[in-house]
């Protein structure tokens, strides 16, 4: 998937071009170093190594989806990670959308919508019948493009979460 979207960083400068695809294992190290930025944004550690080692064991065992953005110049604007699963209401399959993440330099055009759209295709793809995600309170900015885009908040159900201590 190829998607057009203007850069705001001036108005004379020309469209960019990303494309959109399934990140593979020879992507783990390039991905991993956005997802340890994600990471961060969470307040975890910087970890590259640990980052590279989970994205590789998730895709080698196949257990999540990545779709990455690149611009025409290969650099890696963004990443989404989608993890099939299952509703036991529905009796169908659906995909929880735990990580999106732009790299700062590529904000504001068009990548997190862009990877949204791409993940919602694989998730039809995959005969998902829903999409969940959740993300911080505080982080109002993704809260203003999922629902832009078409996600509802749940109004309905409260989400727990509890640490299993080893």
């Not at 989806?65 to 690149?70: S, W």
């Not at 989404?80 to 399959?93: G, H, R």
Request: aromatic letters at 10%.
């Amino acid at each position: 998937m190829t998607v057009s979207a203007p850069n705001h960083q001036g108005s004379t400068v020309p469209m960019t071009s990303f494309t959109i695809c399934s990140a593979s294992a020879a992507d783990v190290e390039r991905v991993g170093v956005l997802f340890d930025q994600y990471r961060q944004f969470y307040q975890q550690p910087a970890d590259l190594p640990r980052a590279v080692s989970y994205l590789r064991a998730r895709l080698e065992s196949g257990d999540s989806i990545v779709l990455m953005a690149q611009t025409a110049e290969g650099a890696l604007a963004g990443f989404c990670q989608l993890y099939p699963s299952f509703c036991s209401v529905d009796a169908a399959p659906i995909c929880i959308l735990y990580d999106v993440f732009v790299a700062a330099d590529f904000r504001q055009q068009g990548v997190a919508g862009a990877l949204l759209a791409a993940a919602e295709d694989q998730a039809r793809a995959q005969g998902a019948v829903r999409m969940e995600l959740s993300t911080a309170i505080s982080n109002t900015s993704a809260q203003r493009l999922y629902e832009a885009t078409g996600w509802v908040r749940d109004t309905t159900f409260l989400h727990y979460s509890k640490a299993v201590t080893q």
